[in-house]
């Protein structure tokens, strides 16, 4: 079956710290793969998208790479702040419904 | 350039009654997806809605629940015959049309709670 992991434990860093937030999955063949953030009560925020030829993208702080082989993208946040606390959530489409199916997500705090 | 509206925002109802999401996309945009959410766990896709077309509705249970996105006007989201278990955050994102931007805006989305 498919499945989207995003690891469960929160993860706790310093702040200036560089954060690295993994996705990984299994029997997708994705056209791309996105990442949001969602604050609580609030809904998901699109942060980056990476197709499946890509390797890597950079926007400000945040990089997104994506191993197709390995099945995994990272995301990492540099010079993290306290305001980066949130869950952030990955999404995968595959080429055929172009449907985002979602990971549970990880839950980051920066501690000040 | 207003955002993805859901509303109500809190809804509450008692078992058995009829619940209505409202969710007006961005302006352009003409791809609806309508998602579920529970404590502590994971976004749940539910349907997939073009104007006037339900195009994937393979999250969505076959009973008590239906939704559509009419020509004019919002996409609704219907559950009739509220039980306890559908109390949850129900979320509504929209696109604009494939092959032009895959991005998806998500509304603040409904907090439903049956009582």
């Known amino acids: 079956s498919q499945k989207i992991e995003q690891n469960s434990e929160a993860l706790n860093i310093q702040e200036g710290k560089t954060a690295t937030l993994t996705c990984n999955y299994t029997?997708?063949?994705?056209?791309?793969l996105q990442w949001y953030r969602q604050d609580p009560g609030r809904g998901p925020v699109f942060l980056l998208l990476?197709?499946?030829?890509?390797k890597e993208k950079r926007k400000e702080r945040l990089k997104v790479t994506f191993d197709t082989t390995l099945k995994q993208s990272l995301f990492h946040i540099t010079a993290s702040q306290p305001a980066d606390s949130a869950t952030y959530l990955c999404?995968?489409?595959?080429?055929?419904?172009?449907?985002?199916?979602f990971g549970r997500g990880t839950s980051l705090i920066v501690h000040p | 350039n207003a955002g993805v509206m859901q509303n109500p925002r809190h809804l509450v109802r008692r078992r058995g009654q009829e619940a209505r999401l409202r969710c007006s996309p961005m302006k352009g945009h003409s791809h609806v997806y309508w998602y579920r959410q529970l404590p502590e766990e994971g976004l749940k896709f539910m349907v997939y809605?073009?104007?006037?077309?339900?195009?994937?509705e393979s999250g969505m249970p076959k009973e008590r629940f239906s939704a559509e996105f009419p020509k004019e006007g919002p996409s609704i989201l219907r559950i009739q015959q509220v039980v306890r278990g559908d109390s949850a955050a129900y979320f509504c994102?929209?696109?604009?049309?494939?092959?032009?931007?895959?991005?998806?805006?998500f509304g603040q989305g409904t907090r439903l709670t049956v009582v």
């Open positions: 994102a929209s696109s604009p049309p494939t092959g032009t931007n895959t991005e998806a805006f």
């Open positions: 809605l073009q104007k006037e077309n339900i195009i994937d």
């Open positions: 999404a995968l489409a595959s080429g055929g419904s172009y449907i985002p199916t």
């Open positions: 990476i197709r499946e030829n890509e």
């Open positions: 029997n997708y063949s994705p056209a791309y």
